[in-house]
């Protein structure tokens, strides 16, 4: 799925978040999502770090999840009126939370899909 984010402004996400709604058939989607997934890679990184992440602040989106499997790394940026703050972030066995998805995320357990939701 893309995403139009700005005009003639295409995005390919990892993993996308739609706000509530009718269901998405299309393959474009205008406008942002809630959270959208960035897993950095050495070839990707400078451009999930920089580009996409000043195109998702402008066009806001709400949370802006870095993961770096590589240095077992896991950042969450929240958008603000100042634009993305860093609101979680966690290191190796840490744990992060969304605030939107009111999601807690154990970085151990990320890659066995332990990811469980806070009441």
């Given at each position: 799925?893309?995403?139009?984010?700005?005009?003639?402004?295409?995005?390919?996400?990892?993993?996308?978040?739609?706000?509530?709604?009718?269901?998405?058939?299309q393959?474009?989607?205008?406008?942002?999502?809630?959270?959208?997934?960035?897993?950095?890679?050495?070839?990707?990184?400078?451009?999930?770090?920089?580009?996409?992440?000043?195109?998702?602040?402008?066009?806001?989106?709400?949370?802006?999840?870095?993961?770096?499997?590589?240095?077992?790394?896991?950042?969450?940026?929240?958008?603000?009126?100042?634009?993305?703050?860093?609101?979680?972030q966690?290191?190796?066995?840490g744990?992060?939370?969304?605030?939107?998805?009111?999601?807690?995320?154990?970085?151990?357990?990320?890659?066995?899909?332990?990811?469980?939701?806070?009441?």
């Open positions: 799925m893309k995403v139009l984010l700005e005009e003639r402004k295409y995005t390919a996400q990892d993993f996308e978040r739609l706000p509530e709604g009718p269901p998405y058939y393959l474009i989607v205008e406008g942002p999502p809630d959270v959208v997934v960035g897993i950095l890679s050495p070839s990707t990184a400078y451009y999930d770090l920089i580009v996409k992440k000043e195109v998702y602040e402008r066009a806001g989106v709400n949370e802006y999840w870095l993961l770096d499997p590589n240095s077992k790394t896991f950042e969450i940026y929240k958008n603000t009126e100042e634009g993305f703050k860093l609101s979680s966690a290191r190796e066995n744990k992060v939370l969304s605030e939107i998805l009111s999601l807690e995320v154990d970085l151990k357990d990320i890659y066995e899909g332990g990811m469980q939701r806070c009441n």
